[in-house]
């Protein structure tokens, strides 16, 4: 299953607003800002991108595992591990 279409444009409205943190970082170098405001509006976007994450995350556990799930066989362990492969990669970054 891809993304749930009636969440995809909260979703790009999410990421053009992440987007736009992303071209005011690069105005900020350009405009040679102090360092530590850079680092702020960094750390910023990088909670911005960890709450889209999550989110995701989210709809994906509600509806491919828990439709796996109901399904059975070897499918579910397949998007079980997917989940947790994914899980993984996000507590790593």
Do not use: P
Not at 18 to 30: A, K
Not at 54 to 67: F, I, P, S, Y
């Amino acid at each position: 299953m891809a993304v749930d279409s009636s969440n995809r444009e909260a979703y790009l409205k999410r990421l053009r607003r992440v987007e736009g943190q992303i071209r005011g970082l690069q105005r900020m170098v350009e405009e040679d800002k102090y360092c530590i405001d850079i680092l702020t509006q960094v750390s910023a976007a990088t909670k911005a991108l960890q709450a889209f994450s999550l989110e995701l995350l989210d709809e994906h556990l509600a509806t491919c595992v828990v439709a796996a799930a109901a399904a059975g066989g070897g499918e579910a362990a397949v998007k079980v591990k997917e989940a947790s492969d994914a899980i993984a990669r996000l507590v790593r970054s």
